[in-house]
Structure formats: C-alpha cells, structure tokens
C-alpha cells in the first residue's frame, strides 16, 4: 500500500512537471514572436514573426488549404509582373497592357492617398497623372525585348537601361549574363512550372519523396528569381508614391504616412503570437488546466496537418530530425490529451485555489452511498 501511494505521488509530480515544460514550451514561444511585433528590427533575427514561410513552404493538406486565403507567393508574384496581351489591351496606349493585380495595388494606394491626406482637384488630377505616366512606364519596362544576338552594349538605349546582371549555373559553372525583365519572368515562370511539376507529378507518381533535394534547390532558385523582381518592382512603387508625396502641403505632410490595411494574415500571425503566449500561461499557472490543455492539442493537431511527416510529402526545408508519420508536434499533442484527463491543475496551480473557494462558498458535494438491495 505504501509502495502504491508512493508511485501515485511520483505519478503526480512528473504530471505536474509535464505541464509546466509544455507550458513554458508554448509561452516562451508566443512570447518571442510578440515581442518581434513589439520592437521590430531590433530583435535578433531582425524580421517580424510571421506565419506566411510556414504556411507557403508546409506541404500538408491543411497549409493548402491557408494557401488559398493567403495566396501563394509565386502566383501573386506573376500577377503583378503578367502585363495583359497587346490584342486584349485594344488601345497603343502601354498603361492599357497594365497588370491587373499591379494596377488594383496601385489604384488602392491612389485612393487611400487622396482620402487620407484631403488633396485638392489640382492635387489630385497631378497625383492621377503622376499614376497614368507610371503605368505606362511599368508596362514599357515588364514588355521591353532585347535584340537577339547583341551583347549589351550594342542594345538601344532604352533597352540598355532595364537589364539586369544574372548568375546561370551551368554544368560547366556560374556564368553572369544580362538579362530584361520580361526574359526574368519568362524564366521565373518556368521555374515555379518546374517545381510544381516535381511537386504534383514526380512525387505523386513514386509515392515518396523521390526529388527531395532537386526539388528544394529548384524552390530556392524560385524564391530568388522572385524576391529580385519584386525587389525591382517595389523600387517603381516606392517612387510613385513619392512623386504623389511630393505634391503635399506642409500641413499635408505632417499628418504621417497612411496606415497599410491589415490583410488576413496579420490577423492570424496575431491570434497564433497571443494565443501561444495565453495557452502557455495557464499552463504555467494551472489556470483552467484542461480547457488550455485541449487548446494546445488543437493547435498541435493544426501544425501537425499542416507539414505531417507522410513519406509520400515532400520534406521541408531546415526539418529538424527525420520522422515517418510521427513527429514532435504528434507527441506533444498526445501528452497534452493525457494532461487534460488528470487534474494536474489541482495538484499544483491555481485551479486548486478556485476548487477550494468554490467549496467554502457553495459547500462540497458529498457522494451518496448507493443503496444496498437486501435479498429477498
């Protein structure tokens, strides 16, 4: 009997201690990636938390399924630098052929401009035509060929003045060569297409993961062509927004800067950093114990479904260990379950002050005996 009740209460230390690892686990995690929203670029890692990488590069079903509220990054990168074709535009006008995407970007930031800072007619018929000469001028850029079999510099002028060094690699070694923005995006394009490929097809068809580090390199080599068209492209609107500041009065120009609207991301990020940060709390505390304890479960089981370990999946880049079907996020959860079937909260938390006012004010419920049939 001695032996029984010292194994119990050994039973409820180690509980009690899993709780509190796994709470300090999920608090300290939330608490980063709030204070990254706090102070920003002196963090550290110098970036803002944000659940946008996770969400992208998780090849589980449930990132899929974020990944058509969020967007993907490829395609609304190609959106934005897709110009509409010369027989659709129906106009000579280049600002016709403007990028759908591009242009309700650039429409909207127009809009909040104006509202935003009160400009006047004449303000704002310069601040229109100051939009009107950058679309053109962005199409002409997207559109502009280089002449086959010319090095750079026999190009035209204008043609000279938009291309781009690039490195190739080659069997034979990296080789730099200049390039337009349309030949930038014709071979992003077929980037991201190659990676899909490999994504959708090869691995499909083999049941494993068969490219993994073909694959990896290839969305890599995506991200890099993006990230340098964007970069581009960011340049031309920074430089519209500041022909359009440019326009303000004094008294226009010290209201600030409009604030950007808050996409659905931004809300999710919020809820994941403040959430983490809550669940690891009451974990600490053993507040509401099995409640925060579902929680956290249901969280992991979200993760979880988001880049599972299926042999069948690609892996994700810096995947920590190697796992088959079973990973961390699946124990954790498992551990979490079992936490919330004990009263771990009562033994050691303030889930135990609560039992104890609850029964001075309102009196323990005694159990009553069940009655004893006598035989007949």
Known sequence: MQRAKHYGFLTMVFLVALRLVIGWHFFFEGAHKLD???VGTNTSTNKVFSSAGYFREAPGPLAWEMRKYLGDPDDDALARVTPLPGDAAKSDDPAARMPPALRKEWDDSFNQFVKF?????????????????AEADVVRWLTIQAVEGKSKDKQPTDVQAVMTEVEKTYPSGVL???????????????????????LDKTDAAFNSDVVGLKRLATKGEAASMRKSLM????????????????LLTDSQANKGVP??????????????????????????????????CILAAGFLLMTYFASPPWPWLPTPPNNEGNYHYVNKNLV????????????????????A?????????FGRRVPQPAPVRRAA
């Open 231 to 246: 970069a581009d492209l960011d340049k031309k609107t920074a430089a519209l927004k500041a022909s359009w500041g440019d």
């Open 117 to 133: 800072y009160g400009l006047d007619a004449n303000q704002e018929k310069e601040a229109k035509a100051n939009l009107d000469k």
């Open 332 to 351: 954790e959860m498992f551990a979490l379950l079992v936490l919330a079937t004990t009263a771990s909260g009562r033994w050691f938390g303030v889930d």
């Open 36 to 38: 990254t929203f706090v």
């Open 176 to 198: 730099k060569v200049q390039e337009t923005p349309a030949q930038r995006i014709a071979e992003y394009r077929d980037k991201v297409q190659e990676y899909r490929n490999m």
């Open 353 to 361: 002050l609560i039992s104890w006012t609850l029964a001075a004010l």
């Open 259 to 292: 604030l950007p609207s808050l996409p659905l991301l931004w809300w999710v990020d919020g809820i994941t950093a403040w959430g983490l940060t809550v669940i690891g709390g009451c974990l600490l505390l053993g507040l509401l114990t099995r409640f925060n």
